[in-house]
């Protein structure tokens, strides 16, 4: 979606220009050097958390829902950042009984995430939370200064996550909080047969109605992750370029040629609650 140029320019410097002026702020440069995410920087250049985080508003003390954090690559940077005086939810979809696979694996987080989050950063950090959409516990609704979705909108819309994601991001969000979205970004005029998740891509118009839809207003748009020498419109979608490499085998040219593209083009998007 491309807004006439007045508008987008009212709608990014609505925050991008607060933003702009900040400086760098020291702990989160601190938390980022931490060597228990020296695995994880490598990835850094491509994801920008910082300046991802700096868009988001994020600040220590927060109280902050990470929506599915996998292999916690965010959880590492956002619960020793949050501080002692923060909450780090981590949330997962409710998962039926009969699902298999990745899915099955999400089942039960309110005794797992704890545990793994230890094994990450130590006894450092905010106050750690884990929870499927259906086992939110009441106690946390209306706390949330920020409800974060880092690309996972795709499996929110192809596995059928998408009203309850929102609903609970609505319930958990304090009146006015931000919800921030990292997704993958496919390319201008792919048709919805290429976007509707299974490739990865989400058109960015989809995503701002579809949040519209729930109630939450855009209110900014950052290319702090935009990566033009992707073409967005991969066969097999956005695992054929790093981390996955789907399709070019290791020492292959093709692979050669992904490694120099590099990670996805994504969009980055920051919603806010209305009524």
Known sequence: MRFAAPL????????AAPLAAQAPDPALEQVLADPRRDAD???????????????FDVRPGMTVVDFMPAGGWFSRVLIPYLGEGG????????????????????????ETLPVQAQEWVGDTGARVVGANSATVPDELAGTADRFLIFREMHNIRRLGWLHETLVTARKLLKDDGLLGIEQHRAA????????LGDNGYQREEDIISLLSAYGFELEGRSEINANPADPANWPDGVWSLPPSFR??????EERTRR?????????????RKRP
């Open 41 to 55: 920087r490598v990835r850094d250049s491509f994801r920008h958390p910082a300046e991802t985080l700096a868009f």
């Open 247 to 252: 399709g070019a085998p290791e020492g292959s």
């Open 259 to 271: 490694a120099a593209i590099g990670e996805s083009d994504r969009m980055t998007l920051l919603f």
């Open 87 to 110: 909450t780090y939810v981590g949330l997962n979809p409710t998962i039926p009984e009969s699902a298999t696979g990745f899915q099955a694996n999400m089942r039960g987080y309110a």
């Open 8 to 15: 987008f320019a009212a709608i990014s410097l609505a925050l």
């Open 188 to 195: 201008a005029g792919q048709p919805a047969s290429y976007v």
